[in-house]
């Protein structure tokens, strides 16, 4: 079996946010299995080439666009986001919560 490498990883985890849905770059990296290196994820994102990557899907942790206020990226991820659904307002989403099975499961009802 061939392991695939922190860069394969990360751009799997990219391709698997579903249309109409957003994750922040540290759950990116976190999905590829390396907690801790949202700057990685970024630095890919940076670099990428592939048209077909879903790349306007992951925002910073707070939900904001991390191009500039104003810039043709922020414009194009902003219509590329809202295309699909997704709700922006001020260059900011609202990030899904982090489901924890545990509280869910165990919370007073």
């Known amino acids: 079996m061939v392991e695939l490498s922190a860069v394969d990883k990360i751009l799997a985890a ?12 540290g759950h990116i990296a976190q999905r590829a299995g390396l907690p801790g290196r949202a700057r990685m994820v970024a630095r890919i994102l940076s670099e990428n080439a592939d048209p077909k990557l879903p790349w ?14 104003g810039s043709k990226g922020h414009r194009e991820q902003s219509q590329r986001l ?15 919560r982090e489901l924890d099975l545990d509280a869910e499961l165990w919370r007073p009802r």
Do not use: T
């Open 82 to 96: 809202r295309a699909e659904g997704v709700i922006v307002e001020k260059g900011r989403v609202r990030l899904p």
């Open 14 to 25: 990219i391709r698997a946010i579903p249309r109409g849905q957003v994750a922040g770059y």
């Open 56 to 69: 306007h899907r992951v925002l910073r942790s707070d939900g904001r666009i991390a191009f500039p206020e």
